[in-house]
């Protein structure tokens, strides 16, 4: 997608310009504005717009992004879960006893279960 840029510095943005004279203010329904007074402002309107897509998009890619971490980390934690207790049960451990698995701080340590007693 293009980069568009507005260039702004042209624009009195706080309305304060020097008045030389007292004039009228207009009142009519309707006021014709050229395209050159328009333009500046236009084109931020435009850009805009397309900030807005990219942004919308953005959000998109990371809610999709996020869903897809999301449900991995509940496979690899619902593996995590299984594989302990099929240790557990390779262990030939009391089921009706709850046990917690210890695991170890580093790699090539030990694991331990420990008995949680209720």
Request: charged share 35%; aromatic share 8%.
């Amino acid at each position: 997608m293009e980069d568009l840029e507005v260039n702004l510095s042209g624009i009195d943005a706080t309305g304060e310009e020097e008045k030389k004279e007292e004039v009228t203010p207009v009142t009519s329904e309707v006021i014709d504005i050229e395209w050159e007074q328009v333009e500046q402002i236009y084109k931020a309107t435009e850009v805009t717009a397309q900030i807005e897509i990219q942004l919308s998009r953005a959000f998109l890619q990371f809610e999709k992004f996020k869903t897809q971490l999301m449900s991995q980390l509940r496979e690899t934690e619902a593996f995590a879960i299984q594989e302990g207790q099929k240790l557990k049960e390779s262990m030939n451990i009391d089921r009706s006893i709850v046990y917690e698995l210890k695991l170890p701080a580093n790699p090539g340590e030990k694991a331990f279960f420990i008995r949680k007693d209720q």
